[in-house]
């Protein structure tokens, strides 16, 4: 439980939003102009209930195009006094793709990325890829585990970031691959899930992943 004791005549809170989403959707993450993006719906809805915010929104974590949501959470400072699991309802009603499952009050001004510890993603087998032996599916699991340079499993912005190790945790199930680690880089997941289903560096379909955890 957060204590907000010495925020309580604050002007301003913090609110976390754990919300869910069919990533099929949506064409983006991140506000795009003229594209239907998750981040964008979330905004629009949210500015048809009368709220504001200082500094715009903030996510715990990106997901690529297609890619789904059982949990991911975005945040904004704001002044707002009136009691927002009542937002909350309303905003249920008028979103059909984007679903808020519970709100938290906390801080102010935080930078949510920052305190996210672990992020788990569920890639579930495609059809053509169930006949394969679970036994090398684990091996692959297990040689793709670590932390380590994991630029070879990203796109051009990804190789753009100052930060190339992460660490990564795979298993397979029969009828998905779970992957947990601290952070990802763009298309990550997906381009690990090829090798791990082909044993080539192959980008999948966004379609089958979904964030389950932050």
């Not at 200082?54 to 690529?64: C, L």
């Not at 679903?99 to 788990?120: N, Q």
């Not at 499993?153 to 680690?181: C, M, P, S, W, Y």
Request: aromatic share 12%; glycine share 6%; net charge positive.
């Amino acid at each position: 439980m957060v204590n907000l004791r010495a925020f309580e005549n604050s002007s301003k809170f913090g609110y976390l939003f754990f919300i869910e989403y069919n990533g099929t959707k949506f064409e983006s993450f991140d506000e795009n102009s003229g594209k239907r993006s998750v981040k964008g719906d979330f905004i629009k809805t949210m500015n048809e209930l009368g709220i504001t915010w200082a500094k715009g929104v903030q996510q715990a974590s990106r997901t690529d195009s297609e890619v789904s949501a059982s949990e991911n959470i975005l945040y904004f400072s704001s002044n707002y006094k009136g009691d927002i699991s009542k937002i909350v309802i309303e905003f249920n009603k008028l979103n059909r793709f984007l679903k808020i499952k519970k709100v938290e009050k906390t801080f102010p001004e935080l930078v949510i990325p920052d305190y996210v510890e672990a992020r788990e993603y569920h890639y579930e087998i495609p059809e053509k890829y169930k006949n394969l032996d679970i036994k090398l599916i684990k091996e692959r699991c297990s040689e793709l585990s670590g932390t380590y340079d994991v630029s070879g499993f990203t796109d051009k912005k990804g190789l753009k970031l100052q930060e190339h190790i992460r660490e990564v945790n795979i298993t397979a199930e029969e009828k998905r691959l779970i992957f947990k680690g601290n952070s990802f880089m763009p298309k990550q997941v997906r381009y690990m899930s090829g090798y791990i289903l082909s044993g080539e560096k192959r980008l999948l379909a966004g379609k089958y992943l979904t964030l389950k955890k932050i």
